[in-house]
């Protein structure tokens, strides 16, 4: 089982930056985080690849977001900027086990789950 804590998140105006944090208490090969906006679907940001550090973005914040890791393997950070109204949803922190060097944004494809943190920009 992991545990997943999530810090950050918060109300920014549009242009604005936010730093969400996520610890995991146990064993990850992938850690990523996921948004969902009242009314659509969770929808994967970004995620990382714990052991590597490898990464990979959803088109709609490539050059916008970044994805980290602190220092610590089950520690990572998405560092959000140029935010636009339309990022404003619950923020969720997501954590797998699989072995896989496919780097996935699929909701599905995570077991572990956060409690979920709200950014909310405004223009």
């Known amino acids: 089982q992991v545990e997943l804590v999530e810090s950050g998140g918060g109300s920014v105006q549009a242009g604005g930056s936010l730093r969400l944090s996520c610890a995991a208490s146990?064993?990850?090969?992938?850690m990523g985080w996921f948004r969902q906006a009242p009314g659509k679907e969770r929808e994967g940001v970004a995620g990382?690849?714990?052991?590597?550090?490898?990464?990979f973005y959803a088109d709609s914040v490539k050059g916008r977001f970044t994805i980290s890791r602190d220092g610590a393997e089950n520690t990572v950070s998405l560092q959000m900027s140029s935010l636009k109204p339309e990022d404003t949803a619950m923020y969720f922190c997501?954590?797998?086990?699989?072995?896989?060097?496919?780097?996935?944004?699929?909701?599905?494809?995570?077991?572990?789950w956060g409690q979920g943190t709200q950014v909310t920009v405004s223009s």
């Open positions: 990382i690849f714990t052991s590597t550090g490898g990464t």
């Open positions: 146990g064993y990850t090969t992938l």
């Open positions: 997501a954590a797998d086990r699989r072995v896989t060097w496919y780097g996935t944004l699929a909701p599905s494809d995570y077991n572990y």
